[in-house]
Nanobody, 124 residues
Framework: QVQLVESGGGVVHTGDSLTLSCAVS????????IGWFRQAPGKEREFVAD????????YYADSVKGRFTVSRDNAKDTGYLQMNSLEPDDTAVYYC?????????????????WGQGTSVTVSS
C-alpha cells in the first residue's frame, strides 16, 4: 500500500516562504508522479502543481505560477513544493498525491493515493 506523508506546513506572514515535503513509502517511487493540491476553508480542493519523474515537465495552477516550484528527490522518495511570496489567499490544507505516468495531470481523479494534508496559514 502506497502511503504519502506531508510535512512542512505552518503559520507564516505575507511574503514569507515555506517548503512542503511529501515522503512516499510502500511503493516504487519511480512508478508515480507526485502532484500537489490544496483546499481552502469553504472551497473545493484545487490543483496546485505536478511534475514528471525527472522534473523536465512541470504543471502549475495560474495562481501559483512564478511563486511555487515543484520538485522531487528520487533518491529520497520525496516530493517537494517550494512556496515563495506567500499570500493570504494561499491559506489552505495542502495535499500531495500520486498518479501513474499515463494519467492526466491536474485532474483530481488521476491521483490514486493521497496524503493526509498539511496546513498552511498566511497572515497579512
Amino acid at each position: 500500500q502506497v502511503q504519502l506523508v506531508e510535512s512542512g506546513g505552518g503559520v507564516v506572514h505575507t511574503g514569507d516562504s515555506l517548503t512542503l515535503s511529501c515522503a512516499v513509502s510502500g511503493g516504487t517511487f519511480s512508478n508515480y508522479r507526485i502532484g500537489w493540491f490544496r483546499q481552502a476553508p469553504g472551497k473545493e480542493r484545487e490543483f496546485v502543481a505536478d511534475s514528471t519523474y525527472h522534473g523536465r515537465t512541470t504543471y502549475y495552477a495560474d495562481s501559483v505560477k512564478g511563486r511555487f516550484t515543484v520538485s522531487r528527490d528520487n533518491a529520497k522518495d520525496t516530493g517537494y513544493l517550494q512556496m515563495n511570496s506567500l499570500e493570504p489567499d494561499d491559506t489552505a490544507v495542502y495535499y500531495c498525491a500520486a498518479r501513474i505516468p499515463s494519467t492526466e495531470p491536474r485532474v483530481e481523479s488521476s491521483y490514486e493515493y493521497w496524503g493526509q494534508g498539511t496546513s498552511v496559514t498566511v497572515s497579512s
